[in-house]
């Protein structure tokens, strides 16, 4: 019963926010669940994608598009989408939540579908920048796991339109090849050090793709944090990374 009271809660709050439909081609559907050891919801059967909009109230003219995680086969909408939104607006950045497609045939369909999401994110929010009050150069990304890798795939984009003016990828996968191209986003990243190796090794070669093409990056590894920590603290040292990706912001002057 409490998980479905929490439920209900969570989605009468989404319906009062503005959703951005991204593809007018596609027709509408996804399915809200919980999972079986938390009360985290998260989104399946995603077929067409939008945008919820988190205005800040005091908009600073910095704007981020969130990918959540989910592995591509949902899109875990709390902890690392509106949890992250709700942040970032206490700094004055408006928040937009992205809700890729996540139906797709094969994994590499997959990859293909939403990394054209996450691009086409940047673009759209570039381009209606005005109606948030935002600045079209100060619009960035941050991706969580598998958004982290729909982020990569945005900050290295080949049409600079399509690529962020900053991004941040918190435990993220990535493309097996990196090609960093010279206009490609300054990147934030955070990893736990007790993540599973996999996630470890592609972080570092994240880090390592952007040093060698002299694209500005920062990289914090926590020693405790395990994976999939998002926005929840656990009285751990990972709870710290917005702090510190709060100073990045502040050190590009996207924030005061």
């Not at 928040?95 to 579908?113: M, N, P, Q, W």
């Amino acid at each position: 019963m409490r998980a479905a009271a929490l439920l209900l809660l969570a989605i009468a709050a989404a319906a009062e926010r503005q959703v951005i439909p991204m593809r007018t081609d596609l027709p509408r559907g996804e399915e809200v669940f919980i999972g079986p050891n938390d009360t985290e919801r998260r989104i399946r059967k995603i077929t067409s994608p939008t945008m919820l909009v988190y205005p800040a109230a005091k908009p600073n003219g910095t704007g981020i598009v969130i990918v959540p995680g989910g592995g591509l086969n949902y899109v875990t909408i709390d902890k690392e989408g509106t949890a992250a939104a709700e942040w970032l607006n206490t700094l004055g950045v408006t928040a937009f939540v992205l809700k890729h497609r996540v139906t797709f045939s094969t994994f590499d369909d997959g990859l293909k579908i939403a990394g054209e999401d996450a691009t086409l994110a940047v673009r759209l929010t570039k381009r209606r920048a005005a109606e948030w009050k935002l600045d079209p150069a100060r619009i960035g990304m941050l991706g969580f796991s598998s958004g982290g890798y729909l982020t990569i795939v945005a900050a290295t984009a080949s049409n600079p339109a399509s690529r962020p003016a900053f991004a941040a990828a918190i435990y993220p996968s990535a493309p097996d090849e990196i090609r960093v191209p010279s206009g490609a986003s300054p990147l934030f990243l955070v990893l736990a050090h007790d993540d599973n190796d996999g996630m470890r090794d592609t972080t570092l070669r994240v880090y390592s793709a952007w040093h060698k093409a002299r694209i500005p990056a920062e990289l914090h590894i926590f020693w405790k944090g395990g994976h999939g920590f998002g926005m929840r603290k656990r009285g751990g040292p990972a709870d710290a990374w917005p702090d510190r990706m709060a100073d990045w912001l502040r050190s590009r002057q996207l924030i005061p």
